[in-house]
């Protein structure tokens, strides 16, 4: 059986992000961990992907790191929301919602 492409669309794994950040501080590792959980192992975010999309929406204001300190006692850089992040956020989770409708009624047309 061929396996299900799971390959997140252009932008989605910016929205993962910033939803995942909603609740509060998360470090790179559990952002990653915690998309993998929710998704039901679906979606499986790399170091290669997840790190350049922390930086561009860093760059563009959406998020800001900070040193903090894991469970473990180590030093780690976390990540949160900003004002404009969670505008970002909101706009974001309207666009997947308009979208997700879309596709929804193509799939359903007979």
């Known amino acids: 059986m061929e396996k299900p492409n799971t390959e997140l669309l252009q932008g989605t794994l910016d ?3 910033l939803q995942t950040l909603a609740p ?8 990653s961990q915690r998309i993998r959980q929710v998704s039901a192992l679906v979606f499986e975010v790399n170091q290669g992907s997840l790190y350049p999309a922390l930086h561009r929406l860093e760059h563009r204001g959406s998020i ?6 894991a469970e473990n006692n180590r030093r780690v850089k976390l990540y949160r929301l900003t004002a404009a992040g969670r505008k970002r956020l909101a706009i974001e989770k309207e666009n997947w919602g308009r979208i997700a409708a879309a596709v929804g009624r193509i799939l359903a047309a007979t």
Do not use: D, F
């Open 15 to 17: 929205l993962l992000i």
């Open 24 to 31: 509060g501080p998360v470090h790179g590792w559990g952002i």
């Open 64 to 69: 800001r790191s900070l040193l903090g300190t």
